[in-house]
């Protein structure tokens, strides 16, 4: 049952960005800027420092301009950012960043409430985008939404999963994160998704990206890994949601995701006791619980 593990797995430190976008505390930006260098110090190769949207959107990412200039990079670690246009690639690129994200989704509803646009007209917007994006040799993430559920319309086809998944490679995505925005995944339901995923894509081109409103994540994402994934977004601490997805939770905490896999003997490079230490710290900052069992655990 278990003869497909893996013997890494990368994890994609998304706190700072879809973490905080949804906190009901807005964070300074010096606030941000030292949650991300504790992040930096933690053995995580990939960290999701913030997003270029409009600030009357997403108020609490207004400084990832500011963030940006000021954090440590640390070599090797990739810090990334949301451009769901030509606007905010730009800005993004003011500020050195190296790699962006551009984000669709499975449902119409969700677009245009999310980004306010249809799936088409935002294929059509992010075009320019990865076009740009090839020229200064920035590699371009592309998020695929609702893709277990949607806030607005519920059940989700896989075929318009793939449809958006495969238009965004096309376009010249690296990789894909399949987002189960509102949580309500199972794993049959998961495994059902990545296996149509995996008849068009690459398993090295695809990600997932779980929020535990139900509490099913850690059991998706490990249906995942046994389907030949090995790219995780998760969220220290549990933090945040969407706030364009009514009653989504945070994503899955890392701290819970890293502990599942270290005892699985599936290596990250993260150091666990340093993760928990930042997900407490930023927890207490925001005057939240830990969403990490772990985290709670541990402490
Ligand atoms: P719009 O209102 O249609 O945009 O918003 P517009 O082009 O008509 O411009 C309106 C105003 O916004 C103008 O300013 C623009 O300059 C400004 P004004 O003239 O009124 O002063 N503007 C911008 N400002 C800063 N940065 C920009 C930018 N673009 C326009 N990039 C837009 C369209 C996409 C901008 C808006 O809908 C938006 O910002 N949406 C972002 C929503 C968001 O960030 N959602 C959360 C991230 S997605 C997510 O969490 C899901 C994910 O985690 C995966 C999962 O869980 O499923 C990724
Ligand atoms: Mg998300």
Redesign the pocket.
């Known amino acids: 049952m278990f003869d497909l593990l893996p013997k890494t797995v990368e994890i994609v430190e998304?706190g700072p960005?879809?973490g905080l976008?949804?906190e009901k505390t807005s964070l300074s930006a010096q606030d941000k800027i030292d949650f991300i260098d504790q992040l930096s110090l933690v053995g995580c190769k990939r960290i999701e420092a913030g997003?270029?949207?409009?600030?009357?959107?997403?108020p609490q990412?207004a400084s990832s301009d500011e963030v940006f200039r000021t954090i440590k990079r640390v070599d090797g670690i990739r810090y990334s950012a949301?451009?769901?246009?030509?606007?905010?690639?730009d800005?993004a690129m003011q500020v050195g960043v190296q790699e962006v994200?551009i984000?669709g989704?499975a449902s119409q509803s969700f677009s245009q409430k999310?980004?306010?646009?249809s799936i088409q007209e935002s294929l059509e917007?992010f075009a320019p985008v990865v076009e740009k994006a090839k020229q200064h040799n920035i590699p371009v993430r592309g998020?695929?939404?609702?893709?277990l559920g949607c806030p607005y319309e519920g059940d989700i086809k896989v075929e318009d999963v793939v449809t958006v998944s495969t238009a965004l490679l096309d376009m010249g995505c690296y990789e894909i994160?399949l987002?189960?925005?509102?949580g309500v995944g199972t794993p049959l339901k998961t495994k059902a998704l990545i296996e149509a995923c995996l008849l068009v894509i690459p398993s090295s081109q695809l990600a997932v990206?779980f929020?535990d409103t139900y509490g099913q994540a850690l059991a998706n994402i490990l249906t995942a890994i046994q389907l030949g994934i090995r790219v995780i977004?998760s969220s220290v601490a549990g933090l945040?949601?969407?706030?364009?997805?009514k009653g989504?939770s945070g994503?899955v905490a890392s701290e819970d995701v890293v502990y599942m896999l270290h005892n699985m003997g599936i290596n990250t490079g993260i150091d666990l006791n340093k993760l928990i230490q930042v997900g407490k710290s930023m927890s207490h900052k925001l005057n939240r619980n830990n969403g990490s069992k772990v985290g709670v655990a541990g402490s």
């Open positions: 998304v960005r879809d976008q949804n997003s270029f949207v409009s600030p009357k959107w997403v990412m949301l451009t769901p246009n030509m606007k905010g690639f800005l994200a984000f989704a999310n980004i306010n646009c917007r998020y695929v939404s609702c893709v994160s987002g189960d925005t509102i990206h929020h977004d945040g949601g969407c706030p364009y997805a989504a994503n």
